[in-house]
């Protein structure tokens, strides 16, 4: 059996027991269930590599996975050997900023100079659509205090790294992307406080100026860390580029694990509205930064491109935001649930739009 076989046999073998573990839940032998559904989570994400289209959900299921398995053993995954997990979400995000700064240099910045107007509008339509949709999805759901405040946290910081992943899949402007979450990320220590403070202040105690060092020690610092790390080693370390988005990706997967498993209890019993929240929320961010664009006479492929930035959010920061609060638990779920929908539905977005390229007739500048 060559390799292309066998991967193909466990992809439907995966199949095989997700069947098994509706059946095993629904004779209530939940033990057995969940352990065929690691089992099943083992096989599907050997199975993908089979297809050229599944693998590009990789990252995805991963997400999946360690948010569904999160919420089965979450004792497992909070406390390993007497060591609090949730203790790594601030270092890991350091990480994963160290490493976008190891990716960007001087050409990120002055990209602002050579399309100016897309970079303007993409950050202003960042920064007003998803904190305007946050803050109107706690009025509409009617969330905990902790909880909505949570909501408007991840609709306050900005795009993630992913957005530049999806991007490129989508064939948008990756040039564009790029700078705008540069700026968006050298922004957020102060815009994201700010914003925090007008729409989230009645709902939790919002000191801006603790907020601004906070996450300018574990956003601003390590960015600028690995920008000049970049400048000064540059080719040398070729391997540290080429690791980092596996790193990145593997810590966005931890975090999400840790704040689903720690906010267990409340998200089975508010679970299903975050997610609906979320979805609202991602897709809002989405279509409004489409048609934004458009409306400010950006040509469709930019359009795409901050329609991407707008509707994915910097979900590790977010988690991280509410680690450094002491509210992990409660404002750290929303974002989790958020981090997780976006990759799902950013993935069939960005494939989507690979499949259908634009025709810009006009191809300006932005």
């Not at 909070?78 to 350091?94: A, H, M, Y």
């Not at 957005?163 to 220590?189: D, E, Q, R, V």
Request: glycine share 8%; proline share 4%.
């Amino acid at each position: 059996m060559n390799m292309q076989k066998l991967l193909q046999s466990l992809l439907w073998l995966s199949l095989l027991t997700l069947l098994g573990v509706i059946v095993l839940f629904q004779l209530n032998f939940e033990l057995e269930a969940k352990v065929l559904t690691c089992i099943f989570f083992v096989f599907l994400l050997a199975g993908i590599n089979a297809s050229e289209f599944m693998k590009g959900f990789a990252f995805t299921i991963w997400v999946i996975a360690a948010a569904t398995l999160s919420m089965m053993f979450p004792s497992y995954v909070t406390d390993i050997g007497g060591f609090k997990t949730e203790l790594l979400i601030v270092p890991l995000i350091q990480l994963i900023m160290f490493g976008m700064g190891t990716t960007m240099g001087i050409k990120d910045f002055i990209g602002v100079l050579k399309m100016p107007k897309g970079v303007f509008i993409g950050l202003f339509l960042q920064f007003t659509i998803m904190p305007l949709i946050a803050f109107s999805l706690t009025i509409i759901f009617s969330f905990p205090p902790e909880i909505a405040a949570g909501v408007i946290l991840i609709g306050c910081v900005p795009c993630g790294v992913s957005s530049n992943i999806l991007n490129f899949l989508s064939k948008g402007n990756l040039a564009l992307s790029i700078t705008l979450t540069s700026f968006a990320t050298l922004m957020a220590p102060f815009v994201t406080p700010l914003l925090m403070e007008r729409l989230a202040g009645q709902l939790i105690p919002i000191d801006v100026v603790a907020m601004i060092i906070s996450i300018s020690k574990m956003i601003f610092a390590p960015l600028i860390a690995g920008i000049i790390f970049n400048r000064i080693f540059g080719n040398r370390v070729a391997w540290l580029n080429a690791a980092m988005p596996l790193v990145a990706m593997a810590a966005n997967v931890f975090i999400i694990a840790v704040i689903v498993a720690a906010g267990r209890d409340s998200l089975l019993t508010i679970g299903f509205l975050l997610f609906l929240a979320a979805a609202i929320h991602n897709a809002m961010g989405f279509l409004l930064g489409y048609w934004g664009s458009r409306l400010f006479k950006m040509n469709k492929r930019d359009s795409r491109t901050v329609a991407i930035e707008v509707g994915l959010q910097n979900g590790g920061m977010a988690a991280g935001i509410a680690f450094e609060l002491g509210r992990a638990a409660t404002m750290g779920l929303y974002p989790a649930i958020f981090g997780t929908w976006m990759d799902i539905s950013g993935s069939f977005l960005a494939n989507w739009w690979r499949k259908t390229p634009v025709d810009d007739e006009n191809l300006v500048d932005s």
